[in-house]
Every structure is written in C-alpha cells, then in structure tokens.
C-alpha cells in the first residue's frame, strides 16, 4: 500500500491547537504518495500564511489511519 499523505488547512480557534473554526472552508492541499512531498506542499501552504496565526496548515498520514497494524 502507499504511504498516503493529506495535507489540509484552515483557520482554527486556537494556534496551539487543531479545531478549525469553519470546515467547510478548510483548504485541501491534496494527496502525496510520499512524506518528503507533503512536507514540501505544507510548508508552501504554511508560507503563504504565515502572518495569520489562525491558519494552520497539518500533514495525515492517511496509510496509519487505513492500516494502523502495519506501523
């Protein structure tokens, strides 16, 4: 299986913390095959907000949420 990765974001209700305020507005990234190409997505993403704190851009790791015994 492929090692998925998500990368999504929006704007939550805290920095510290992953309650997006609107998830209907959440802004998904894509999917990665790989981990190194989700990072590079991410941080793109991230650098484009990176004056807001209430934006906050995650990386899933979809193949440990489809085979958690696999890991």
Not at 58 to 67: A, P, Y
């Amino acid at each position: 299986m492929s090692k998925l990765h998500l990368v999504f974001g929006g704007r939550v209700s805290d920095p510290q913390g992953l309650d997006f305020v609107d998830l209907n507005a959440l802004d998904v990234v894509g999917l990665f095959p790989d981990y190194k190409s989700a990072e590079k997505a991410w941080r793109a993403a991230a650098q484009r907000t990176v004056d807001d704190a209430e934006m906050k851009y995650v990386v899933v790791h979809l193949h440990k949420l489809l085979q958690p015994e696999a890991e």
